[in-house]
Nanobody, 116 residues
Framework: VQLQASGGGLVQAGGSVRLSCAAS????????MGWYRQAPGKQRELVAE???????NYADSLKGRFIIFRDNAKNTVYLQMNSLKPEDTGAYYC???????????WGQGTQVTVSS
């Protein structure tokens, strides 16, 4: 599986950014796609995941501000990030796996920097 993320950048607090991740490879490996993030000096953490059928799962702290959705025809997953805060700064990684028990495949990170 190959995952190509894009859409990061510098944004002011309160602004919005949409990340995209285009996937290629075995469709079975793309059943669950998601986004994780890693801030400097911190561990990588789940942002959100979404199944092929549209069932999503968010980190509790991000519900209501971030929205994950996917286009199965394009094998692409998106992350709409709204009302951004400086603490949202970090590298955002796209992920894909066969099911919730499988290990993730990772894309390269895309940096999001939120200025105050």
């Amino acid at each position: 599986v190959q995952l190509q993320a894009s859409g990061g950048g510098l944004v002011q607090a309160g602004g919005s950014v949409r990340l995209s991740c285009a996937a290629s490879g075995s469709l079975l490996s793309l059943n669950v796609m998601g986004w994780y993030r890693q801030a400097p000096g911190k561990q990588r953490e789940l942002v959100a995941e979404i199944s092929r059928g549209g069932t999503n799962n968010y980190a509790d702290s991000l519900k209501g501000r971030f929205i994950i959705f996917r286009d199965n025809a394009k094998n692409t997953v998106y992350l709409q990030m709204n009302s951004l805060k400086p603490e949202d700064t970090g590298a955002y990684y796209c992920s894909a796996r066969r099911n919730y028990m499988s290990e993730n495949s990772w894309g390269q990170g895309t940096q999001v920097t939120v200025s105050s």
